[in-house]
């Protein structure tokens, strides 16, 4: 039993101040001006730095507990589909080790597509953002503490059809995302296995200090990317061109400073070979989806 079925459907208010096709007018003077660490960016994997010595990643193995049932809303809020936890603090998940000091609670679960960090100039599809708070800050605290956030990130890929595994993998979220298609759609007391949403590689992955990609872009997140994705069929992806957010939903890459990025010494690191960063990410975006509909297309009769 994963989905309680007495979920309710309600609206919410919806009022957008800011929009993906016009960065320059977000909100808050770190997004309009930088900073020292802001995200999401290009990652190099030739100047990752693997951290034998522990320098950043200081806490042993990462550890996710609670992730088998958590109880959550979704919501469409105009940017993204998203889902956060309900209830008492005390039954959130939490995360723990890797290069973080302290505990941290989901706080939400959200979607951008494309993905907005790209290893080595290449974009997946989509990205995912797990969304963590430190447990011993409100939020309001933490978005003021250089690490006050940890956002786990999982990218991806796109199938023509999924194995078993994979279909196992997304089946659950997915179900919900169609009662999500218009921004101020809301829907409560569904619970999500979110393990399965996690990448199957846990020990693998790009750590550095940045920010959040969307306004007010605080410089407050300990970004955790995992490099191995999981897997959404084209009917899947597909799906989120028709959710109501604009034509895309990720921040353009920022300009590398004195951004660090580590990986755990041993970990075996894989990189993705499917979408290309173009320099007109909109076009990229408009062809990836004409291409997916003509693929989905193709078996039945047209013209
Ligand atoms: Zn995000």
């Not at 007495?6 to 977000?26: N, Q, T």
């Not at 194995?163 to 993998?169: A, G, N, T, V």
Request: net charge neutral.
């Amino acid at each position: 039993m994963s989905m309680r079925s007495d979920f309710v459907l309600s609206e919410v208010r919806y009022a957008p101040v800011w929009s993906y096709d016009d960065e320059k007018s977000w909100p808050g003077t770190q997004c309009k001006n930088g900073g020292k660490r802001q995200s999401p960016i290009d990652i190099r994997t030739t100047d990752v730095i693997n951290d034998f010595s522990k320098q950043f990643i200081k806490y042993g193995p990462l550890v996710f507990s609670g992730y088998h049932s958590v109880l959550v809303s979704g919501i469409n809020n105009g940017h993204t589909v998203q889902f956060s936890t309900e209830g008492d603090v005390a039954i959130h998940p939490t995360l723990t080790g890797g290069p973080l000091e302290h505990m941290y609670r989901l706080e939400q679960v959200h979607f951008h597509w494309l993905s907005e960090h790209s290893i080595n100039g290449i974009k997946y599809p989509m990205e995912i953002h797990f969304v963590h708070v430190r447990s011993d800050l409100a939020v309001v605290d933490a978005l003021k503490n250089k690490d006050g956030l940890a956002v786990v990130s999982v990218f991806c890929n796109v199938q023509a059809e999924l194995d078993e595994y994979q279909q196992e993998s997304t089946k659950e979220v997915m179900e919900h995302i169609p009662k999500l298609l218009e921004p101020g759609k809301r829907i409560s007391g569904i619970i999500l296995d979110m393990r399965k949403l996690l990448s199957v590689n846990s020990e693998s992955y790009y750590t550095y200090a940045g920010s959040l990609t969307s306004p007010d872009c605080n410089e407050v997140v300990i970004w955790i990317i995992f490099d191995t994705p999981i897997y959404l069929s084209d009917a899947q992806y597909r799906l989120f061109s028709k959710v109501g957010v604009g034509r895309h939903n990720f921040r353009g890459l920022q300009k590398v400073n004195s951004h660090e990025v580590y990986r755990p010494a041993h970990a075996t690191i894989t990189t993705p070979q499917i979408v290309k960063v173009l320099d007109d990410m909109v076009q990229l975006v408009a062809q990836f989806f004409r291409n997916v509909t003509k693929f989905m297309t193709k078996g039945i009769k047209t013209r």
